[in-house]
């Protein structure tokens, strides 16, 4: 009837799920483990490279964890989980197919595995209609993005994936069968988030995507920082404005909030990596700030911005909202800080929407 749901149940031979033998070890341990603690001593790692090396301690832990990856394991570190021989029997290349991918990794989800499909994100969009009814069915699916954003640069527009983060928020505005968002969407600004988020994805049973930059990027956390779906982090504590920034804007929000220091507006940084967020808490900060906060993303609108003015709406208190995010369809640039200022996204432009913000001439 049309009051009946449809879910996707495992086979009655499917093996019982088999439990994490114990936690994600730390990052360091687990590059330990590679010969490659050295990296981070250099302070930068990026994301994509974190997911991967999460992959191969998630494998070593979870015999149900599977990856497949649509002929990019190079670029997404797919690789670092397919490249173990402990692990390869568990990685499926499926080639430039990204549906088939994802209708593979539900019927492993239906099979009691916890399937990780990863692409470039401007490719999952391919497979949005298999993506859908996956999470209509309550599919317990992995699905991450890789070289988000515009920081591309020199790739150009065609690959750069700027619309994904609005679509998948609209399925954070809706509940699934268990009364849990319909997806999480995920956008670590650094290795060690990553390296988490990519745990606690493993760990949560219902859909999740997260992001993954291309560049190294700056090391902000460390091994003991804790990260859940649904929260995001206090960077930097101001009283005059706070800096609701996602992914690779979190770096650029560190610069604008040094800026403004400069000019004597203290600013609150805030790494919003999750949508949806706790809505109260963000809230109480805003108040903290005077009321004032500006959104900082490298994607199209309707993402991390329009989940704020919902939340700032809801509330029926007197808060100002500027959101910052690509406006324009990009070019190819030499480098990612040719393309922030391209689009306006720079620190300096930041700075600019503050003070406009804050009604103080610059």
Not at 25 to 38: F, K, N, T
Not at 159 to 169: E, G, I, N
Request: glycine residues 8%; negative net charge; proline residues 4%.
């Amino acid at each position: 009837s049309g009051t009946d749901e449809f879910t996707i149940e495992p086979p009655k031979e499917a093996p019982a799920k088999t439990p994490a033998d114990s936690e994600l070890p730390p990052l360091s341990e687990a590059m330990r483990e590679m010969d490659m603690e050295h990296v981070l001593q250099t302070g930068k790692f990026a994301t994509r490279k974190a997911y991967g090396v999460a992959l191969r301690a998630l494998g070593k832990l979870n015999n149900d964890v599977v990856v497949l990856d649509a002929d990019v394991s190079n670029s997404t570190f797919a690789e670092t989980f397919a490249k173990d021989a402990s692990l390869a029997d568990r990685f499926v290349e499926c080639k430039i197919a990204e549906q088939n991918m994802v209708s593979v990794g539900v019927g492993m989800s239906a099979a009691g595995k916890v399937p990780f499909c990863s692409t470039f994100a401007k490719f999952m969009n391919r497979a949005y209609d298999q993506i859908e009814m996956g999470m209509n069915s309550g599919a317990n699916l992995k699905l991450v993005g890789s070289h988000c954003g515009i920081t591309l640069a020199s790739d150009g527009p065609s690959q750069m994936s700027l619309p994904d983060v609005a679509w998948f928020r609209s399925f954070a505005t809706m509940t699934d069968h268990h009364g849990n968002p319909g997806c999480y969407v995920l956008q670590p600004s650094d290795a060690y988030a990553a390296y988490a988020l990519t745990g606690v994805m493993a760990e949560y049973e219902s859909m999740c995507y997260m992001r993954t930059i291309r560049a190294d990027t700056e090391l902000l956390y460390s091994d003991d920082h804790v990260f859940n779906l649904g929260g995001f982090e206090t960077l930097a504590q101001g009283r005059d404005v706070v800096l609701a920034a996602s992914g690779i804007m979190v770096h650029e929000g560190n610069k604008a909030v040094e800026l403004l220091d400069k000019a004597g507006v203290s600013a609150t940084l805030l790494d919003m990596y999750s949508i949806p967020f706790d809505n109260d808490k963000l809230l109480d900060i805003v108040g903290e700030n005077g009321g004032f906060i500006v959104s900082l993303e490298d994607n199209y609108g309707g993402s991390l911005g329009s989940a704020i003015a919902d939340a700032l709406m809801e509330s029926g208190d007197g808060f100002e909202l500027a959101q910052m995010h690509v406006t324009r369809i990009p070019k190819s640039a030499k480098t990612p800080e040719q393309m922030l200022e391209m689009c306006g996204l720079t620190a300096q432009d930041i700075v600019n929407r503050v003070m406009e913000l804050l009604g103080v001439p610059v």
